[in-house]
């Protein structure tokens, strides 16, 4: 079992910036490759960003290809997202997931944070 705890969400103007965080505690964490999905209301979960176990690899969603960067930090248990040109559509629950697939859709993540608040303005 993983437990996964986001943190860094917030309310940002249009065309700013936010870091998301996610700390992961239980079982082992680098087997894992990490990744970030995005839900706004009335819209199905979206992918947002895969990071492969020792960080090398990385893929994102087309809406925000050049805008956001994954890292992750296995001595710390730790992976964030820095997001920057923020835009309204960008406006959603974000949610830290893991699992041993580098399939980009929500069913391949067994693992789930409990989601944070992100909210763009214009």
């Known amino acids: 079992q993983v437990q996964l705890v986001e943190s860094g969400g917030g309310l940002v103007q249009a065309g700013g910036s936010l870091r998301l965080s996610c700390a992961a505690s239980?079982?082992?964490?680098?087997?894992?490759?990490m990744g970030w999905f995005r839900q706004a209301p009335g819209k199905e979960r979206e992918f947002v960003a895969i990071i492969s176990t020792s960080g090398a690899d990385t893929n994102y969603g087309d809406s925000v290809k050049g805008r956001f960067t994954i890292s992750r930090d296995n001595a710390k248990n730790t992976v964030d997202l820095s997001m920057n040109s923020l835009k309204p559509e960008d406006t959603g629950v974000y949610y830290c997931?893991?699992?041993?697939?580098?399939?980009?859709?929500?069913?391949?993540?067994?693992?789930w944070g409990q989601g944070t608040q992100v909210t763009v303005s214009s």
């Open positions: 239980g079982s082992t964490f680098n087997p894992y490759n």
């Open positions: 997931v893991a699992g041993p697939s580098w399939v980009t859709t929500s069913r391949a993540f067994p693992y």
